[in-house]
Structures are given as structure tokens and as C-alpha cells.
């Protein structure tokens, strides 16, 4: 009988686990959800790279647009060779510059300018930079990498 209660207090302790497991797994689904459909496409700027510190690097535009970004939960960076740079619209190693009305988003009509900021991220030579960008922790579909030349 006492094995019994025991073996049941077992099955409830480990289907109270499981469903603790189960509640994460769903707040999982949640966050990605929480991502966004917009997608993106980096094209090289007209200008060329030099051996400067503040270039123009390229640009960036959506391909679909769905919904306005909160920049807060966007991280940008750049790897170049075995470099990364983190871009940021307040200045990080490269500059995000917006032509949209509202600085906070990231606009679905809104033509981005990437610019090194006082770090040489591409030289005169030219170079394959890539992309990763994310929203609230996903991945933003898009370009995988721009030549800048
Ligand atoms: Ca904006
Ligand atoms: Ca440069």
C-alpha cells in the first residue's frame, strides 16, 4: 500500500516536471514567434571602401516589410575574416544610420546607411562582410553577406 502512494507521488512529481518542461518548451515557441517575418537586403553603397576609419559601407533595405523594429532588440554585426563588429544606431564599431522619422524603430519603409565608426572595418581592397542581424533573439532572414568594394 505505502508503495502504492509512493509510486503515485513519483508520477505526479515527475508529470509536474514534464509539464513545467512543457510550459518552457511553448514560451520557446512564443519568443520565436516574437521574431519577425520582415526581410531584409544589404546592397554594396555607391562609394568606395578605403584604408579610413569611416567609411560608407552599404545599405539596407526590407524585401517585405511587416512590422516596425524596436531597436532595442535588434543586434547587428558584421564579420569580417575572423573580425566581428557590432553596429549600432548609437555608434558601436559601425554606424546604423536611419532616413526614417522615428529614431527608436526601424521602420518598414526605412533605408539604413552601415558606416564605420572610427574603425577600419573594410580597406581599399574590398572585401565579403557578413551579416548577422536579430530581432528579440531570432534571426531576421535576409542577405547573408554584402561585397563592399
Ligand atoms: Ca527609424
Ligand atoms: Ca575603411
Redesign the pocket.
Known amino acids: 500500500m505505502r508503495k502504492g502512494v509512493t509510486t503515485l507521488i513519483c508520477l505526479l512529481l515527475v508529470s509536474i516536471m514534464l509539464s513545467g518542461c512543457v510550459e518552457r518548451l511553448t514560451g520557446m515557441d512564443e519568443e520565436r514567434e516574437s521574431g519577425t517575418q520582415n526581410v531584409y537586403r544589404a546592397t554594396d553603397s555607391a562609394s568606395s571602401p578605403s584604408e579610413g576609419a569611416n567609411d560608407t559601407l552599404f545599405a539596407i533595405r526590407w524585401n517585405e516589410a511587416y512590422d516596425d523594429l524596436y531597436w532595442g532588440y535588434v543586434v547587428m554585426k558584421l564579420e569580417v575574416g575572423d573580425s566581428v563588429f557590432d553596429c549600432a544606431i548609437t555608434g558601436g564599431d559601425c554606424f546604423i544610420s ?1 532616413d ?1 522619422d ?2 527608436t ?3 518598414t519603409n ?1 533605408f539604413l546607411t552601415i558606416i564605420e565608426n572610427d574603425v577600419n572595418i573594410v580597406g581599399e581592397s574590398g572585401g565579403i562582410v557578413n551579416l548577422h542581424i536579430s530581432y528579440r533573439g531570432n534571426q531576421i532572414a535576409g542577405s547573408d553577406s554584402v561585397y563592399v568594394q
Open positions: 536611419q526614417g522615428d529614431d524603430l526601424w521602420q526605412e
